[in-house]
């Protein structure tokens, strides 16, 4: 193994609510106000990634609380003739901290590549924003015994160019296709291994230092049942969550099964 559960204990541990194309602003408001106060004495980092509509509403909601704001996609370039998108500059002013980039939702219906996913990524970085980028296979990747081949291709383009110091302000959210709003969810030894995994690719690319620095998530189906036995896996840093994220008290089920010893 490259690295056990001391080393864990010097990554952070950041657990991030995608709420995908859910909650208006005034829900979106109610929800971060019911969230902050069972999370307040969280041992991790605790993202809410919203829809853009709901970001300044968000952002004024969780003031004063340790809950921390982000986007869901980001364009990559600075401005211009790009209707329906929206800016990593708009984001940052407005005071989103972290984006999530190349989501399998993004790649599926959306047209993402690896391509894209690596220019939203240098993007988000150099406007100062924390890239939450998403890898993961298909159902019939894994299948075919290549889930290692299509991991490795990933990390690898949509990190292409990216710096060390760069690396720091990237979290890798490992996402499964085939376990994201299935109810599907890979075992904690599936998932174990593919972040293991990732963490080699990185050690490959940047060195082991860096690697070990580098917070990976899961993020398929992870859920206030499952979320204890996923966590304490050496390389899950934290998750990245969907449905769950939703509901106030399994949000913060979650958020509560990173507070153990390592």
Request: proline letters at 2%; one cysteine or more; a negative charge.
């Amino acid at each position: 193994m490259l690295i056990d559960s001391i080393g864990k204990s010097f990554r952070k541990t950041i657990i991030a609510g995608n709420w995908k194309m859910n909650k208006t602003p005034s829900e979106a408001k109610a929800l971060i106000e019911e969230i902050a106060p069972l999370v307040k004495d969280a041992k991790c980092e605790v993202v809410c990634c919203v829809p853009y509509v709901d970001l300044a509403t968000a952002i004024e909601a969780a003031k004063d609380t340790n809950i921390k704001i982000g986007a869901e996609n980001c364009h990559w370039a600075e401005s211009g003739a790009f209707t329906g998108e929206i800016s990593t500059a708009m984001l940052k002013e407005i005071g989103v901290e972290y984006v999530v980039i190349g989501h399998s939702e993004r790649r599926q219906y959306f047209g993402e590549t690896d391509e894209t996913v690596n220019k939203r990524t240098k993007a988000a970085l150099a406007a100062g924003l924390k890239a939450i980028v998403c890898v993961g296979e298909l159902l019939w990747e894994r299948e075919c015994n290549i889930t290692k081949e299509v991991i490795a291709r990933q990390i690898k383009l949509d990190l292409w160019d990216v710096s060390v110091e760069e690396l720091k302000n990237v979290v890798i959210a490992y996402e499964p296709v085939w376990a994201i709003g299935t109810g599907k969810t890979a075992t904690a030894e599936q998932a174990e291994e593919v972040c293991e995994f990732i963490r080699v690719c990185l050690n490959g690319l940047y060195g082991l230092e860096a690697a070990q620095g580098v917070t990976i998530q899961y993020g398929g189906s992870m859920n206030e049942n499952n979320a204890a036995e996923l966590l304490m896996k050496p390389n899950v840093d934290g998750g990245l969550i969907g449905g769950a994220s939703l509901v106030a008290e399994k949000f913060a089920s979650v958020v509560g099964a990173t507070d153990f010893d390592y």
